[in-house]
């Protein structure tokens, strides 16, 4: 989805009708194409859940069997894992959906939510195996029963199925660029690494050192509560609309004012949300060019943002034709109603009145700076139509609605011409 707004000159029009208050109004939407991140996403974590099923059927029964307490704790984490693939396949389905009516801006959210949901497994993961390794750890009787060799194995093969996880989802994940597979995969690199722990303190054990497989556990679990943490806090900064790290958001900025037209670029908003950013920014146009010049420019600013910034799915442009400063100083002068009023009753008993072509404003320093245009009348010599044009613009400069609010006053002449007006 993306928006452009641009305030610049009124639009023309013909007759007495040109008093009238024109209405103009653009907006434009681009759904995302997510079939493809979420068809990767879910192939991922099948073959995840799968492997994982495998794995905790394995290392509980092994633990159990075998008497390693760091295989049964390895076992409770490889299970925490087949909880969290459900979530990210409920995720990615639901965040792959597009904006609707109660969601204009997409469901990418959800993705940042069930990072905070794996986040939270893991946290009360690392806590029970903590809780548990230091109970036996203070249990002199439970210290000097030792794993038997056989666990060994199970470790060795826990330790590869893991690795080979990670770096087949962080992998996949990089290419679609989804942090919340991303998330996940780190979930398998902990797996991994508590499986590494588990692996030295089972040899310990197994070489005369009991109390060394409840010591890995410990310390798989404290590995564990550091990446939750982390997780945790990257992704509740995402929900609080933290904005993208400053080198982006200054080449942002610097592919905004590359734009041919963009003398300012300000007010450069960002924000993630899920895989995707959304900004919006304030650019500095010429003040006097047309409302469809202004809005060309929008287009373009937006063209060459996107083109660069991949993951930048929404982006509003606001066209300023001055600085906002200056800009605020025009918030309270009248709008084309009242002006077009106020010319009605200054130039009510001259015939100039009948021959207005088009009224053009523009709110510039806190003054309305008015362009009229008249139909020509031949009858009429140079001299004549300059000193008739001063008096028509004294007789606006003196109304009482438009007194000490207009700037600059600018009566145009144009010939009456026959025929269709041709279109270059």
């Not at 928006?3 to 639009?11: N, P």
């Amino acid at each position: 989805m993306w928006r452009r707004h641009a305030h610049t000159e009124g639009l023309p029009l013909f007759g007495r009708d040109v008093l009238s208050d024109p209405r103009a109004n653009s907006e434009a939407t681009i759904s995302p194409e997510n079939g493809r991140r979420y068809r990767a996403t879910r192939r991922v974590t099948v073959v995840g859940a799968v492997v994982n099923a495998f794995l905790t059927l394995a290392q509980l029964l092994s633990g159990w069997l075998l008497n390693s307490q760091a295989l049964i704790a390895d076992g409770v984490h490889t299970l925490s894992d087949l909880i969290t693939d459900g979530v990210v396949l409920f995720a990615a389905g639901k965040a792959a959906a597009s904006p609707d009516h109660d969601h204009p801006y997409g469901h990418g959210r959800i993705e940042t939510l069930a990072t905070v949901v794996v986040g939270v497994f893991l946290a009360l993961a690392g806590l029970g195996i903590a809780w548990a390794a230091g109970q036996r750890l203070m249990d002199t009787n439970a210290a000097t029963a030792g794993p038997a060799p056989a666990a060994l194995a199970f470790a060795v093969l826990t330790l590869v199925a893991k690795e080979g996880l990670y770096q087949y989802t962080h992998r996949v994940a990089k290419r679609i660029g989804s942090r919340m597979l991303d998330a996940n995969a780190w979930h398998h690199r902990t797996d991994a690494i508590s499986s590494l722990f588990v692996l030295v303190g089972v040899g310990a054990a197994v070489a005369g050192f009991p109390w060394a497989d409840a010591l890995a556990a410990l310390i798989v679990a404290l590995f564990i509560l550091h990446i939750a943490g982390r997780l945790i806090v990257r992704s509740a900064a995402e929900l609080i609309d933290t904005a993208l790290d400053p080198e982006e958001v200054a080449r942002i900025h610097r592919t905004i004012m590359e734009v041919p037209g963009v003398k300012d670029a300000h007010m450069l908003r960002t924000r993630r949300h899920g895989s995707d950013v959304v900004a919006d920014v304030h650019i500095q146009v010429a003040p006097m060019i047309s409302v469809s010049e202004g809005h060309r420019i929008a287009d373009a600013v937006y063209g060459a943002v996107t083109q660069r910034h991949e993951r930048l799915r929404d982006f509003t442009v606001h066209v300023d034709p001055e600085n906002d400063e200056d800009q605020a100083r025009s918030s309270n002068l009248p709008l084309r109603p009242e002006i077009a009023e106020a010319v009605r009753e200054a130039w009510a008993d001259t015939p100039e009145l009948d021959r207005l072509e088009q009224l053009s404003m523009h709110y510039l320093n806190g003054r309305i700076h008015l362009t009229l245009t008249l139909r020509l009348d031949g009858a009429c010599t140079p001299v004549d139509l300059n000193a008739r044009g001063e008096g028509l613009s004294q007789s606006l400069q003196g109304h009482p609605r438009l007194k000490d609010r207009l700037g600059e006053v600018k009566i145009l002449y144009r010939p009456c011409t026959t025929g269709v007006q041709q279109k270059t």
